[in-house]
C-alpha cells in the first residue's frame, strides 16, 4: 500500500479530476485508445471501431464510469494495505478473465501522469504515488498469470 503521505498526494491530485468524472472518465479512455490504439480492442463494444465511432458511442459512458468509480475506490483506499491487497487480487483476476494483463497497464502508467496534468496542474509527487499505485496493479496481473 502507499505511505499516508502518497495516498495524500494521489487524493489531491485525483480531485479535480473526479470533480467532472463524466468528461474526464470519456477523456481518459479516449486518450487511452488513441495512444495505445490495440487497447479499445480488448472491449466488446469498441473493437475495430475507429476514435469518432468510439466518442459517439452511447457504451463510452458506460465502461468510463466504471473505471472512473473503481479508480475512486484505489485511490480512498490506497493507504490501507488490507483493502488493497483484496482489490488488487479482484481486479487482476476480473482483468486476467477479460484478457488483459500487465502489458495494457503499463501503457496506462505511461499515459496517467500526463493525463492527470491535462486536467489540473500537476502536484510534486503526485506522479510517483500514481505510478506506486499501477506498479501494484501490474504486479498483482502477473501474480494472477498475465
Ligand atoms: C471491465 C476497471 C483499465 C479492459 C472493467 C470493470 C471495471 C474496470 C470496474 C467492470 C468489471 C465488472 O463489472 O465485471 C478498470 C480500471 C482501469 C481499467 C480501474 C484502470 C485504468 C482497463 C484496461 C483494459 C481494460 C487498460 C484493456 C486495455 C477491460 C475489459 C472489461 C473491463 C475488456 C470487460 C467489460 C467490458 O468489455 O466492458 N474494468 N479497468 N480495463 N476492463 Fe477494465
Not at 467532472?20 to 470519456?26: S, V
Not at 483484496?86 to 493525463?115: I, T
Request: hydrophobic share 50%.
Amino acid at each position: 500500500s502507499l505511505s499516508a503521505a502518497e495516498a495524500d498526494l494521489l487524493s489531491k491530485s485525483w480531485a479535480p479530476v473526479f470533480a467532472n468524472k463524466d468528461a474526464n472518465g470519456d477523456n481518459f479512455l479516449v486518450a487511452l485508445f488513441e495512444k495505445f490504439p490495440d487497447s479499445a480492442n480488448f472491449f466488446a463494444d469498441f473493437k475495430g471501431k475507429s476514435i469518432a465511432d468510439i466518442k459517439a458511442s452511447p457504451k463510452l459512458r458506460d465502461v468510463s464510469s466504471r473505471i472512473f468509480a473503481r479508480l475512486n475506490e484505489f485511490v480512498n483506499n490506497s493507504a490501507d494495505a488490507g483493502k488493497m491487497s483484496a482489490m488488487l487480487d479482484q481486479f487482476a483476476k476480473e482483468h486476467a478473465g477479460f484478457g488483459v494483463g500487465s502489458a495494457q497497464f503499463e501503457n496506462v502508467r505511461a499515459m496517467f501522469p500526463g493525463f492527470v496534468a491535462s486536467v489540473a496542474a500537476s502536484r510534486a509527487g503526485a506522479d510517483a504515488a500514481w505510478d506506486k499505485l499501477f506498479g501494484y496493479i501490474i504486479d498483482a496481473l502477473k501474480k494472477s498469470g498475465k
